[in-house]
């Protein structure tokens, strides 16, 4: 049995990083142009390179989007970039239009090629389509059950992966091809600039016809007609592997590094758990405990099991149980001091948790709070800030700490 790979968002050299220590196996990203998360901080090409080296040393790859609809004034200048990203040592592109794909083939012809979700492939003849043109793999469209995916599976040349998206934010639209952006603010989802405008607060009304009434539920923050659940497949991982998905992605480019980090390390204990025994695999509820805590919102399982009417989520907030308070730069075993980079307040005497790749999490108290400089303070309260602590427990390099919100 071949192991899947997971593949996590990486929205900045950072996050990129995280992903790859918290057991990525791959990470997907924006490039300077034709990606869709143009708010997402992105790379340069600079950082680029660099985030392609940290993970080659580590033997993971590096997927670049550029999976946009573009218009003809999109395609100015896009064989150089292609060139580019060949050059820097990209293992694939992710690609939505025959534009850029035939681009591809012809100025970088050994350049992996990845077809994106915005494709909406729903069958396998169409996939096989796709795949005689020089498409190495196959996103799913998120619309597609497990039945459906392993039809395809069975359909399709071996040497043909497919990928299909296990957990984050899902769409209204149709495999994200989406015009409500562009309707009501006048930015385009297709190129890159969702406003997310299915989250906003809706009233329905239709001023013809008074006495024709549609039931939607309201409560007291709005009504969200178009608001989607979370995708969440962690309690049933077992079932996405057995349809014969090769490449398990997570959604969420936008989120942070804390998400990132927790999501990847769940799904990497899972496909571990099942690859070890998959005769005997059992789901445990502790890879779920990192996902409540992570901003997210309600979860359900898509589209996998049929089920196409259960995905509105009445409320536009995420939900959050934990906050990310610092990242460990570095700890001494003789002095018990951990230097600290701080991401959000926490207090002199606080009980946090770690996070860390391996293991499970467990809780420590931050003692003795001091400056860089060895000053007594009662608070890290300034953002990035450098500060010390004495743990008891010995900590890592890299370890997230981590606070339940209050």
């Known amino acids: ?12 050299l950072d996050k990129l990083k995280i992903a790859i220590d918290f057991g990525a196996d791959a990470v ?4 300077s142009k034709l990606n869709l998360r143009a708010f997402a901080d992105n790379f340069t090409n600079e950082q680029l390179k660099e985030g392609v080296k940290y993970a080659h040393d580590r033997n993971r790859k590096v997927y670049v989007t550029m999976n946009v609809f573009p218009h003809n004034a999109d395609l100015g200048g896009v064989e150089d970039y292609i060139k580019e990203l060949y050059e820097t040592g990209v293992d694939a592109i992710i690609a939505s239009d025959p534009a850029i794909i035939s681009a591809a083939r012809e100025v970088a012809p050994n350049l992996e090629i ?6 909406n492939n729903v069958n396998w003849r169409a996939a096989k389509f796709w795949y005689e043109q020089g498409v190495k793999r196959i996103v799913m469209a998120r619309e597609l059950s497990l039945t459906e995916i392993k039809e395809m599976r069975d359909n399709l040349p071996e040497e043909c992966e497919i990928e299909a998206f296990v957990h984050g934010s899902m769409c209204i639209s149709y495999s994200g091809r989406c015009l409500i952006s562009n309707y009501m603010v006048g930015r385009d989802a297709n190129r890159g600039a969702c406003a997310q405008a299915c989250r ?7 001023e013809k016809r008074p006495n024709e009434f549609y039931p939607v539920v309201e ?7 178009m608001n989607s659940k979370d995708l969440c497949m962690i309690e049933h991982i077992d079932d996405v592997i057995k349809a014969g998905v090769y490449s398990l992605k997570i959604e969420g480019r936008m989120k942070s590094l804390y998400y990132v980090a927790a999501v990847v390390k769940s799904y990497k204990q899972a496909v571990d758990a099942y690859m070890k025994d998959p005769d005997n695999y059992k789901f445990d509820p502790k890879w779920m405990e990192n996902l409540n805590k992570v901003s997210h919102r309600v ?8 089920q196409s009417g259960e995905q509105v989520y009445e409320d536009s907030a995420y939900i959050r149980h934990a906050d990310i308070i610092g990242i460990v730069r570095e700890y001494d075993e003789e002095t018990k001091i951990a230097t600290i980079e701080q991401k959000n307040k926490v207090l002199n005497g606080d009980t946090v948790e770690v996070l860390r790749p391996e293991g ?10 001091t400056e860089e400089n060895g000053t007594p303070i009662e608070s890290a309260n300034r953002a990035k800030m450098i500060y010390k602590v004495r ?7 890299k370890d997230l700490i981590v606070k339940d919100k209050e």
Not at 2 to 12: F, K, S, V
Not at 28 to 31: N, R
Not at 299 to 306: A, N, P
């Open 299 to 306: 979860y359900h399982t898509g589209f996998y099991y049929g």
């Open 360 to 369: 499970d999490n467990f809780e420590v108290v931050l003692h003795d709070m």
């Open 1 to 12: 049995m071949i192991r899947p790979e997971i593949l996590a968002p990486a929205g900045n």
């Open 391 to 397: 743990v008891e427990v010995p900590l890592k390099v």
């Open 200 to 206: 906003f607060k809706y009233h329905l009304v239709e």
């Open 28 to 31: 997907y990203l924006g490039g």
């Open 219 to 225: 409560d007291e923050n709005g009504t969200y007609i």
């Open 114 to 119: 990845h077809l994106s979700t915005q494709a």
